[in-house]
């Protein structure tokens, strides 16, 4: 059942203002919004500990106060609704985060009770709480906007991402409307109801709400990549998802079936099944989260014993040439715990038997720029070298906007012929940091050392960095990716490096358009030409939709090799593939619901 649509923006007239309600501010002085008199007042409620609206909505209020010509006389406040955790001397390092003028208020319940009552609006906190315990408050996400005689004038709804631009046009037209109606009497502003813009944080009717679409976790979900990479918040989210007891259940599948025929001298076309399988659990345990993972694949029997025909392609390890072999049957193992003590920090531990080591992007079948690339990049070996390492334990800080991880790992390639648990010794180690200003964009830089990955005492190096972006266009949603990655393995004539370019465009829900460009130089690739070596593909898959809960697709792709010709690989050597893909529908979020990408 839709939410009725929230209520009018501005009141049908300003409202009488809970001006001499008591608060405590953040230098745990007395204080009431009374003393506000002659500011306009931007008015949220929330509490420190929101993992997701409240520093989202206070990233954007702040934007906007930030953006005003005149901002002396418009005073943000962020009143918390949980007083028991939120003490001033948090307030005051929590306000002061977003902006020094962020004015931070609490107080007790009953002062809190009579705001909330006065704004029209209410909040819930869990029954028998206590200051130690990891619990969520419900609150409504919506900006309260009072005029400088201290009037209620209107309220804005903050889920929508352009919240500064309606918040700033807003408040010009609560200045024409304060005004236009002088000295009308006020009237009280209407009372609470579902109309309310709310924050379904996961209290406890959250938890039990059976469409995990509106748990606050499927947010969080969106973003985590393969091992502990980020990906950018308005990442689509291509699963089957559910809810079992205190557990949020997602599944993810990839099968692609179909032909790779190389026109290259020597090279036959094969038939295969590339596919991957992923289950993700995910549930509060004490004061975090715990999520759960396993990751399999069906390659070694599905795929030719000679793998995917890929000219210039690189097994991991050297194992293989002109061709992608198969996975190995357990590509994830793993366990991730998250405590977030406040908004904006929180630490993380991420270990397994099998996992991936804080190096790199995350691997190419998990971004949304690569999502319908059935091909491996042919930096492969360079750009992902850490990916199904048997035997991973990793580290790592959030805060803010920013990612600092380190890995310790085995780096020896598995062989994916032994279906078995190949571990080593943790004598590899990796260390990431990642930035991602906002939901549409995440940056990397990355540095690892692999001992082992090509025998007995061997070490390699390997350098990267990324820029990944998820937007919504016109046209539909569109994911890019830029890639770049140093290997050095010890080979005469240096480090060899490869760029990377990777593109998707998803249109009304059905079509896909992609493409990755990449450019190769250095001893490590099979072909050095003068300049390097290249490889561009495009492509398109269209979901037939055939199969209720299932996304089924036809698609192809060609890919070209500018510069690799000659006596081995041809004078114009180049791949095509045709292929029948299966995997689960997007679920969208609804915050992140796209028209013109989702149908």
């Excluded at 009725?4 to 608060?23: D, M």
């Excluded at 029954?127 to 209107?154: I, K, M, N, S």
């Excluded at 055939?546 to 006596?567: E, F, K, N, Q, S």
Aim: proline residues 10%; aromatic residues 8%; hydrophobic residues 45%.
């Amino acid at each position: 059942m839709q939410p009725a649509p929230p209520p009018a923006i501005i009141a049908a007239e300003p409202a009488s203002a809970p001006a001499e309600i008591g608060l405590v501010d953040a230098d745990g002085r007395p204080f009431t919004l009374a003393e506000l008199r002659g500011k306009w007042v931007w008015l949220y409620l929330g509490f420190a500990s929101c993992p997701d609206a409240c520093p989202r909505t206070l990233d954007r209020l702040v934007s906007a106060f930030a953006a005003l010509p005149e901002n002396a006389h418009v005073q943000p406040v962020f009143v918390s609704v949980d007083p028991l955790r939120d003490t001033p001397a948090r307030l005051k390092a929590y306000a002061g985060f977003y902006h020094p003028r962020l004015l931070g208020a609490s107080g007790p319940h009953g002062a809190l009770d009579a705001l909330t009552a006065a704004l029209g609006t209410r909040y819930e906190v869990p029954a028998g709480a206590r200051p130690d315990q990891a619990y969520q408050v419900a609150h409504p996400d919506e900006v309260f906007v009072l005029d400088p005689r201290g009037r209620y004038v209107a309220r804005i709804d903050a889920r929508k991402p352009d919240l500064p631009a309606r918040l700033a046009g807003e408040f010009a037209l609560s200045l024409a409307e304060f005004a236009r109606r002088g000295a009308t009497q006020p009237q009280p502003p209407p009372p609470p109801s579902t109309s309310d813009a709310w924050c379904g944080l996961p209290d406890a009717a959250a938890l039990a709400d059976p469409d995990p679409l509106r748990d606050p976790r499927m947010h969080r979900g969106a973003t985590l990549g393969s091992g502990t990479a980020v990906l950018p918040g308005i990442t689509p989210m291509r699963m089957w998802a559910w809810k079992n007891a205190d557990w949020l259940w997602m599944a993810h599948l990839n099968a692609a079936g179909g032909v790779a025929a190389p026109h290259v001298p020597g090279q036959a076309t094969r038939f295969g099944v590339e596919n991957w399988q992923k289950l993700m659990g995910t549930r509060y345990w004490g004061p975090g989260l715990a999520d759960f993972r396993l990751m399999t694949s069906l390659e070694p029997w599905t795929l030719p014993a000679e793998g995917v025909p890929q000219p210039l392609q690189i097994g991991m390890g050297h194992s293989s040439f002109d061709a992608r072999p198969a996975h190995h049957p357990l590509l994830e193992l793993a366990g991730r715990y998250t405590w977030t003590p406040t908004a904006f920090f929180s630490l993380f531990g991420y270990g397994g038997l099998v996992g991936e080591p804080a190096l790199g992007p995350g691997a190419a079948m998990h971004r949304p720029s690569a999502a319908d690339l059935q091909a491996l990049p042919l930096a492969h070996h360079a750009l992902e070298a850490g990916h199904g390492a048997h035997g991973v334990a990793t580290l790592g800080a959030r805060l803010g906007e920013v990612q600092i991880e380190v890995s310790r790992f085995n780096a020896r390639v598995p062989d994916a012929l032994r279906p078995t648990l190949q571990l080593g010794a943790l004598d590899s180690w990796a260390s990431r940091l990642s930035w991602f200003p906002g939901r549409n964009l995440v940056a990397q830089a990355s540095y690892g050392a692999l001992a082992g990955m090509h025998g007995r005492g061997s070490e390699a190096r390997r350098a990267t960095a990324s820029v990944m972006s998820v937007f919504a266009t016109p046209l539909g949603r569109w994911s890019a990716g830029l890639t770049w990655a140093q290997a050095e393995d010890g080979m005469a004539g240096g480090p060899s490096r490869a760029w990377g370019l990777e593109s998707q465009l998803d249109r009304a829900g059905r079509q896909h358009f992609y493409g990755r460009a990449e450019l190769l130089t250095g001893p490590a690739w099979p072909v050095a030409a003068a300049g390097g070596v290249a490889a561009v593909t495009v492509g398109y898959a269209h979901d037939l939709g055939a199969i209720d809960r299932v996304a089924l697709a036809l698609g192809a792709d060609v890919t070209a090799y500018p510069g690799a010709g000659g006596l081995v690989y041809g004078p114009q050597p180049t791949l095509w593939r045709a292929y029948l893909r299966l995997r689960p529908p997007t679920l969208t979020h609804p915050d992140d619901r796209n028209q013109a990408a989702d149908g």
